[in-house]
C-alpha cells in the first residue's frame, strides 16, 4: 500500500511541476502581451494629445537660410480633451503644443554643385538637435535624419541649411524629396 501511495504522489508530483511550467510560460506570454498593448495605447482619445504634420520644402535656394517655403499635407494638432487645436506647424516653424516626446524627422535634396551641404535641425533658432549633409558635388543627393526629442510646450523647431557657400543648394523637384515630418509617441 505505501509502495503505491509513493507511486502514485510522485506522479501527481510531475504532474503539478508540469502544470507549474506550463503557468510560468503562460505568465511571461501574458505580460508579454501586455507590454504590447502598453504601447499600440500609446495614444488614448480624450486622454492623450496628438500631434502629426507632413510638409515638403518646395523652395530652390543656396547658402545658408532657414526652410520657410513648405506645402503642409497634414497639420494636426488633437487636445488631450479630443477636440481640434491650433494647426502646430506654419511658415518653417512647429510649435510643440503640449509638452511630450516628439519623432521629428527632416530630409533634403542636395543640388550637384558648391562644396557641401549642412542642414541642422533648432530648437528655439540656435539649439541643435541633429543635422545631416553631404560632401559629394558631382552628383544630386538626398538625405536626412530622423530624432526623438522631450520638447516643452511652446518649444519652436525649425531646419537650417548652415553651408555658407553660394552654390551649396537644396533644390526642389516634382517629387517631395525634402521632407518635414513630426508626431507625438510620447505625452508627458
Same mark, same amino acid.
Given at each position: 500500500? #505505501?509502495?503505491?501511495q ?11 511541476q508540469a502544470?507549474a ?11 508579454a502581451?501586455?507590454k504590447? /498593448? ?13 500631434v502629426?504634420?507632413? /510638409?515638403?520644402?518646395?523652395g ?15 497639420n494636426?494638432y #488633437? ?14 516653424t ?7 516626446w ?20 533648432l530648437s ?12 559629394v ?11 526623438d ?10 531646419v537650417?541649411? #548652415?553651408s ?6 537644396l ?9 518635414f ?8
Open positions: 500500500k #505505501q509502495w503505491y509513493r507511486r502514485v504522489h510522485g506522479a501527481l508530483k510531475k504532474e503539478a502544470m511550467d506550463e503557468l510560468t510560460k503562460l505568465t511571461a506570454e501574458i505580460e502581451a501586455e504590447l /498593448a502598453e504601447v499600440s495605447n500609446r495614444h488614448i482619445f480624450n486622454t492623450d494629445a496628438l502629426v504634420v507632413d /510638409a515638403h520644402y518646395t530652390n535656394q543656396c547658402g545658408p537660410f532657414t526652410l520657410t517655403s513648405y506645402t503642409t499635407n497634414i494636426v #488633437q487636445t488631450a480633451a479630443g477636440a481640434a487645436g491650433t494647426a502646430p506647424f506654419s511658415g518653417g512647429f510649435t510643440a503644443p503640449v509638452a511630450g516628439y519623432h521629428i524627422c527632416s530630409f533634403s535634396r542636395f543640388r550637384n554643385s558648391g562644396n557641401s551641404n549642412d542642414v541642422t535641425i528655439g533658432g540656435s539649439t541643435v538637435l541633429g543635422g545631416y549633409g553631404n560632401a558635388t558631382y552628383d544630386w543627393r538626398t538625405t536626412g535624419i530622423c530624432i526629442e522631450f520638447l516643452s510646450a511652446n518649444t519652436a523647431i525649425t537650417r541649411q #548652415q555658407g557657400g553660394g552654390s551649396d543648394c533644390q526642389s523637384t516634382g517629387w517631395p524629396y525634402n521632407k515630418t513630426v508626431h507625438t509617441i510620447a505625452n508627458s
